[in-house]
């Protein structure tokens, strides 16, 4: 416990754990185990979160509710300055203080994730004492829903290549383009945005990151449906968006660096959650195969067996890299991982189920799995594009020569 919360006094960590703990009991139920057995509850194969609508709009009610007990009963920023309203720890008391919650039926806190693990952090690391104020406290306040306005049409995997400009006028910067994939946006209230504002510097080089409150004249935000039927994610348009100079997070051009300590945050937010959804899927495929007649097949069970041994790698790796900064493009590595192994997973079901796997029979166990591979193809890209993880981790880790720019 010492080693984890960065603390050599065992007692403070203790002492934080019972008090979280009582919050916690005083407030929410305990979280009925999560079935792994074949047939018990809902199957729950979807990776990604989709809902929409009014349903959207409660869920994202809920989850600033609870931010706000949270954050008035001191467990709302863990991490965060002293100066801002934070308890000023270190990442391990935010991390069992997660552990713990996840003992208990807390709220759906999907609406907040890109606020609170992504914006937030950015806004606190680069931007101004009154920036951070006037930002992201209010993120953890539970008063605000932030959304990352950062990849374009043409700017994904290459997101130094976005062309959203913007220009100078006066005290103020006028916005004009397109970004896409965004989750939040239409409930958000104010987006990180990556645009382009020096369009003869090196295309690294010319960026500049700034908050847009998402009720701005001129943002127009059009949801997108998805492979798997649901819609959550957006487009976003911004047609000559006009915010203040005080809105600049960082200096002029210093965009990707921003951004880079931004996107060093969502991988860890999507290495960090998943190893117990992983584990549960585990166990409902060796009862697909049970079902189907293929465990006795030695091929199915050494494949099964391969997946078990990459998953309890991958998570042993996590938790030996939470002691590495934030910012370490090691991290990539948690997010190669995942999306690699999430793949993995779903292609064994598919080989298991059979013709099950893309007509619905109605059986269960069976053709849910088609949701999981489906948004097994997206986790590729979230969290920053496999080919562009590898090259980094190759340049900066590895130190093999840098690719031409």
Partial sequence: MSGECGYSDTSHSRVFELRALEFLAARLPRRAAR?????????????????????????????LAWQ?????????????PLAHGGAGLP??????YRQLEDRFEVPDMNPLRIGLGTVGPAIAAYGTPEQVDRFAVGLYRGERVACQLFSEPDAGSDLAGVRTRAVREGADWVITGQKVWTSN????????ALV?????APKHRGLTMFVVPMDAPGVRVVPLRQLTGGTSFTEVFLTDVRVSDEHRIGAPGEG?????????????????????????????????????GRWEDPLARQEWARLYSRLRIARFQQERMQQVALGGAERAVDKLLLSTNLRLVGELAAELAGPAFTADTGEWGHYGWNRWLMGALGYRIAGGTEEILKTMLAERVLGLPKEPR
Avoid: K, M
């Fill in 35 to 63: 079935a792994g057995e074949w047939g018990v509850g809902t199957e729950d194969l979807a990776l990604f979160h989709e809902t929409s609508g009014e349903e959207e709009r409660q869920e994202c009610a809920a989850a």
């Fill in 68 to 80: 706000r007990e949270r954050w008035a009963a001191g467990f709302g920023w863990l991490t965060g």
């Fill in 196 to 200: 382009r504002t020096d369009p003869d």
């Fill in 256 to 292: 990707w660096r921003v951004a880079t300590g931004a996107l060093a945050g969502e991988r860890r937010a999507v290495g960090d959650r998943w190893h117990e959804r992983n584990a549960r899927a585990l166990e409902l495929l060796r009862g697909l195969a049970e079902r189907t």
């Fill in 185 to 192: 946006a239409t409930f958000a209230d104010l987006g990180l």
């Fill in 91 to 96: 990442a391990g008391y935010d991390r069992l």
